[in-house]
């Protein structure tokens, strides 16, 4: 399958193809990257590809370092690599972009977090503490080979968390300024593979099918993530993430039924299909329920946010304007962030 110029491919055991997908692409020695946790993984690919393995890199880290970007990039160049591919989540793939945007060399990525990160133009990177965001089309990788056997080993917790923000992609596209029928159409594919999917998964971790099912959803999810901006569910999330250093996917995934339910007062016929997905009668009430049925965690507090600080997290997120179906104003987000502090659901 093709959207937008990456290929697609999705099955158990699909990993063993990159040797045949390097080879369509005209390469011969790869470099092949992962994070230290998952480095047996990228070692399994390694002994797949014998002689075409040019190296391994195992030091993927969260946010794209420059400083490691740039050592993975030394010996990148100094095996005479042609080709890379990164095996993980989100952090590995975005060290992928990140060589790709220095060398333009071809990616083949095999993601094993519902992140979708492998699906966009996007590369977040940091240097000095400061995180820049680009998109670039030398950014999106060629090949994604989705292997549910590899998710099989991502714990319940980042399991439901990485899909509800996944998800989150899809619900804030829905609404969209820049959105067309298709990017609507993908969002609501992507909803549709995890409203059907995660149950199934957080029942039985191992259930491959349902893997298969949500990485489905991953990859929509990521596409319409690529095709639109996203407004006021991800400018909170990134605040809270970066500014009290709470868990992103966490942070996701307590605010989405809010932030949700916050703009359906705003938008509601574009927000209904996501309802009637969720079996709800309104949109954030449903993802709330969802989210509940399945684990999520409810409450900024357990994350570690502490009530005193809502008030200064109001002042950051009003401090750079962005479009927002719904004006944001202090005393809206201040009430957003109550709920979403307490635990209460968004209709509280
Ligand atoms: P991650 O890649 O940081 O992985 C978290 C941890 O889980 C790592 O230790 C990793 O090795 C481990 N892990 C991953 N898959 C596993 C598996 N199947 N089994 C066991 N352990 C596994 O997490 P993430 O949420 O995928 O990625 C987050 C990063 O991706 C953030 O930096 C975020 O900004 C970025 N991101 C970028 C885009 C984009 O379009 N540029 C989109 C989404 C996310």
Redesign the pocket.
Known sequence: MTLGNARARFGCGIRHEVGAELASLGAGRAMILS?P??ADMALEIAADLGQRAAGVFTLAA???PVAVTEEALAHTLSVGADSLVAI?????I?LAKALAFRTDLPQIVIP??Y???EA?P???QTENGVKTTLSNPKVLPEVILYDPE??V??PRR?TVN?SL?AMAHAAEALYARDRTPESTEIALDGLKAFVAGLPDVVADLSDLEAREATLRGAWAC?TV??RVGMALHHKLCHTLGGTFDLP??DVHAVILPHAIHFNAAAVPELLAPMARLLGGAAPGPAIWDFGVAIGAPVALRDLGLEERQIGRAVELSMEKPYWNPREVTPEGLRSLLRNAWSGNPPDA
């Open positions: 994070t946790e998952q969260m946010h794209t993980g989540g989100g952090s590995t975005g094993t977090t992140a979708g990160s966009t996007i590369l977040g590899l998710v080993s991502l980042m990485s923000n990521g993530l690529g992103h996917a």
